[in-house]
T-cell receptor, first 115, second 115 residues
């Protein structure tokens, strides 16, 4: 069963606008972590932001914030003030405490920022 | 600059060749990973080493042989590969405890082409 779902294969956003990338997850483990990674066309996977299942507040890292809605099992990434350099593939990932060292990735969303 | 270093960045090899991919990290991480990634797809887990012992092998064909000589180094030995093995190979590391809060840190990857 798919545990991480990213329903937006591709997104466009105008430079300086905000954009939300969707991620829903499925787990019965009460303890888990959610991550977002950025992968530019050059290939490297860049860690952006983390949200823990017990965290009371939404995570923020600079222009990145995570809209965590636990009851809905969603962990959407919000990028504010988009820049041309934000154009990349974005992956949502989850690690369950019972899952040993496995990180489960979604299928990704390709974001294109328009000038 | 990434803290996980992969060499080489590009590799072209014939189906009868033997080559190795190398990965090095100096963050004191005790879990190291190999992923295979095809274009426009999420990374697929191949192997996980935890405290220098192989803890996960995702039913990878024996033509891929991992090795972890020490806690900082991870190799992937390649032999008799097939054209469908052409992909981006990513190495990652994480702290290695059982907590789900630890992100993976990725290298830039090796782009492998099998002729």
């Amino acid at each position: 069963a798919q545990k991480i779902t990213q329903t937006q294969p591709g997104m466009f956003v105008q430079e300086k606008e905000a954009v939300t990338l969707d991620c829903t997850y499925d787990t019965s483990d009460p303890s888990y972590g959610l991550f977002w990674y950025k992968q530019p066309s050059s290939g490297e996977m860049i860690f952006l932001i983390y949200q823990g299942s017990y965290d009371q507040q939404n995570a923020t890292e600079g222009r990145y914030s995570l809209n965590f809605q636990k009851a809905r099992k969603s962990a959407n990434l919000v990028i504010s003030a988009s820049q041309l350099g934000d154009s990349a593939m974005y992956f949502c990932a989850m690690r369950e405490v019972s899952g040993t060292y496995k990180y489960i990735f979604g299928t990704g969303t390709r974001l294109k920022v328009l000038a | 600059d990434t803290e996980v270093t992969q060499t080489p960045k590009h590799l072209v090899m014939g189906m009868t060749n033997k080559k190795s991919l190398k990965c090095e990290q100096h963050m004191g991480h005790r879990a190291m990973y190999w992923y295979k990634q095809k274009a426009k797809k999420p990374p697929e887990l191949m192997f996980v080493y935890s405290y220098e012992k192989l803890s996960i092998n995702e039913s990878v064909p024996s033509r891929f042989s991992p090795e972890c000589p020490n806690s900082s180094l991870l190799n992937l030995h390649l032999h008799a590969l097939q054209p469908e093995d052409s992909a981006l190979y990513l190495c990652a590391s994480s702290q290695g405890s059982g907590q789900p809060s630890q992100p993976q840190h990725f290298g830039d990857g090796t782009r492998l082409s099998i002729l």
